[in-house]
């Protein structure tokens, strides 16, 4: 019985570059140093993006690098029964709501909004959403639905965190401030977060964390650009009733400019640096896993 499961779970959107052979080395040497297994996971929930070449180009790429793991992988455009049930519980606790307006009603709002003082951003620094289909009665809201009405269903962010109570998590990397350690979760820092919408029945926060507990991941180790997506997971996870992980965040591969890599660059490719003649052992020390 392995005691610790670690994943490394790509979108096949793009080929790999070096940033993702950084996660994916890490992943396999720290399964292999704590004794536990690698999983892969397919991140491919944007299907319209995803393709299947992409899919097969990571599994070679991953091959070349000398990384092995341990079958099957877990697909996770087949397995939308699996959010939708999870979706259905966090209804059945009354924390969603649908949302009705389109990207560009929301970016009006923010815009004025932002006249009257700097609106709000996230981490990542989208603005957060101003909540306005909040206000819905449950009649309007049934009335747009029955009538076919796209929307996204987000969670009421506030209801959430009272229910759930003070979320922290272990992170045994480091933060963008280089915080380690037990990390106090601040979900409300992404205001009211799409769940699920009708063209993507889940989203990355909603199916990572049910695939990290049915897939009995223990350990996350990943970009340290998802770092505050970590206090969305502790939330689903306390909300779900879903086992937490311990969570080790890395650092990003940066390019001369010092930009987080793009699958469109083709400077860090891993496929072209194989065409330049670049070995596996090249690209470990290419990014400080040299040995
Ligand atoms: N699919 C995500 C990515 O390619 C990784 C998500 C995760 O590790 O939680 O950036």
Redesign the pocket.
């Known amino acids: 019985m392995y005691s610790r499961i670690l ?1 490394f ?3 096949p959107n793009g080929h790999l570059h070096l940033g ?1 052979a950084y996660s994916a080395l890490l992943n396999y040497d720290m399964a292999r140093e704590r004794g536990g297994r690698l999983l892969l996971r397919i ?1 491919d929930i944007d299907v319209p993006r995803c393709r299947p070449e992409f899919e097969e180009a990571i599994y070679e790429d991953l091959r070349w690098l000398g990384i092995s793991w341990q079958e099957p992988v877990r697909r996770q455009s087949e397995h939308f029964a699996d959010y939708a049930a999870a979706i259905g519980k966090l209804e059945a606790q009354g924390l969603l709501y649908p949302s009705f307006e389109s990207r560009a009603e929301i970016a009006a709002m923010v815009a004025d909004l932002d006249r009257h003082g700097g609106w709000p951003r996230d981490p990542d620094g989208v603005p957060i959403y101003p909540c306005r289909a909040r206000r819905l009665s449950a009649a309007e809201r049934r009335r747009r639905r029955d009538a076919g009405e796209p929307f996204a269903l987000r969670l009421a962010m506030d209801a959430a965190m009272a229910r759930a109570g003070p979320l922290t998590w272990a992170e045994t990397g480091a933060g963008p401030q280089g915080q380690s350690g037990t990390i106090t979760a601040a979900p409300q820092r992404w205001g009211d977060v799409v769940l699920a919408r009708k063209d993507m029945p889940t989203s ?1 926060h909603l199916a ?1 964390v049910v695939d990290d507990a049915l897939q009995g991941v223990t350990d ?1 180790v ?2 340290v650009d ?1 770092f505050w ?1 970590t206090s969305v997971h502790r939330l689903l996870q306390a909300l779900l009733g879903l086992p937490e992980p311990t969570y080790h965040h890395h650092k990003l591969i940066l390019d001369e400019e010092g930009r987080k890599l793009s699958k469109s660059t083709q400077a860090t490719g891993l496929r072209e640096l194989r065409a330049k003649g670049a070995t596996p052992r090249d690209i470990r020390r290419m990014v400080g896993l040299g040995r």
């Open positions: 994943r779970a790509p979108s993702h991140e990355y990572a996350v990943r970009g998802l997506s």
